[in-house]
């Protein structure tokens, strides 16, 4: 694998103005590394779980004015696509590197999976490590830290899956931008594979619901 970790410059693609200038460098710069790692964590993935998983690289097709915010590759279990499927996401804002495990709007399977969350929350939420973050956005780069949640907090947050149509969970770790680890392309292979191991749970249990 070629991937040799995030630079500065990387970072630096989201300062850049206008769709087509920034989009260019993402395409130059970021993407790449970007579809490095997502044969490599798809084939870590399949090896992991025993299914044939993807790597899908955002293309932001869909921009016309706004140049996005972030970019990322998702990896699931479909050649043709992601959003509806339970899926792990690595990528960019400008401020740090994002490593989810992901249930979105789309996925048709969102309120079992509220409903097994809630009755296995105290078990998930025990064995989810302090320095783990939850977003219940992932076109927003606000999270909620582990360490600050409470079991009301978490009632809330899988009420709302189950309830609010657009409603969508996310669970994983943010690594800051000047992050020795982020640089590093050892480092950072180890780290999100710990974190996509610490996450695994999450996946089984989304799987079981979606069957």
């Not at 989810?100 to 097994?116: C, G, L, R, T």
């Not at 978490?154 to 690594?175: H, P, S, T, Y």
Request: charged fraction near 30%; glycine fraction near 4%.
């Amino acid at each position: 694998m070629s991937f040799n970790g995030f630079s500065k410059k990387d970072f630096d693609v989201f300062t850049i103005d206008g769709l087509e200038p920034r989009m260019e460098a993402i395409k130059e710069q970021v993407r790449p590394k970007l579809e490095d790692l997502g044969e490599h964590f798809a084939a870590w993935f399949t090896k992991r779980t025993g299914e044939e998983m993807y790597p899908h690289v955002a293309k932001h097709a869909r921009r016309k004015v706004n140049p996005p915010d972030d970019t990322w590759v998702a990896i699931a279990e479909s050649k043709r696509g992601y959003k509806k499927l339970p899926h792990f996401q690595i990528g960019l804002w400008e401020t740090h590197v994002f490593v989810w495990f992901a249930v979105i709007y789309e996925s048709p399977i969102k309120q079992d999976f509220a409903k097994a969350l809630k009755e296995q929350k105290e078990e998930i939420t025990s064995n989810i490590p302090n320095t783990f973050v939850w977003s219940l956005d992932h076109t927003k780069p606000e999270v909620k830290k582990q360490s600050e949640l409470s079991s009301e907090d978490f009632d809330q947050m899988f009420d709302r899956l189950e309830n609010v149509k657009k409603a969508e969970i996310l669970c994983g770790i943010q690594l800051s931008n000047d992050s020795d680890v982020v640089s590093d392309s050892e480092k950072f292979i180890q780290t999100v594979e710990q974190a996509f191991e610490t996450l695994m749970p999450l996946y089984q249990i989304a799987k079981r619901v979606g069957e």
